[in-house]
Nanobody
Framework: QVQLVESGGGSVESGGSLRLSCTGF????????LGWYRQPPARDREGVAA??????????DASIRDELQGRFTISRDKNTLYLEMNNLNPEDTAVYYC??????????????????????WGEGVQVTVSS
């Protein structure tokens, strides 16, 4: 059973770093779309990063939202998903969620994939960046 749990959030000053973790996937199958989303105060939830595999070498990649390139990194180690966030600024303040889809189709899986495309969600973790 998939029960996603995020950890690693907290409060940091501008320029600081955090690494978020997400567990509870069970054994991740060969085909998946795993993602991080965030919801800033009074704004809609938006995609941050995603990794995807369609079970073949045809598609297995990671994507980061354009404006976060160079600061955010998504990775996976076995059944844990990570989001490394560096040089944080107050605009990164948000609740961060991990999400998963194991049914597909996966051709639209990216950092811009709509939240409605994901089947499993964690409860979220707060990240607060002060200036």
């Amino acid at each position: 059973q998939v029960q996603l749990v995020e950890s690693g959030g907290g409060s940091v000053e501008s320029g600081g770093s955090l690494r978020l973790s997400c567990t509870g996937f069970g054994n991740i199958p060969n085909r998946y779309c795993l993602g991080w989303y965030r919801q800033p105060p009074a704004r809609d939830r938006e995609g941050v990063a995603a990794i995807v595999s369609d079970g073949s070498v045809r598609r297995r990649d990671a994507s980061i939202r354009d404006e976060l390139q160079g600061r955010f990194t998504i990775s996976r180690d076995k059944n844990t998903l990570y989001l490394e966030m560096n040089n944080l600024n107050p605009e990164d303040t948000a609740v961060y969620y991990c999400a998963a889809d194991f049914e597909g189709p996966f051709e639209f899986c990216s950092a811009y994939w709509l939240p409605t495309g994901m089947d499993y969600w964690g409860e979220g973790v707060q990240v607060t960046v002060s200036s």
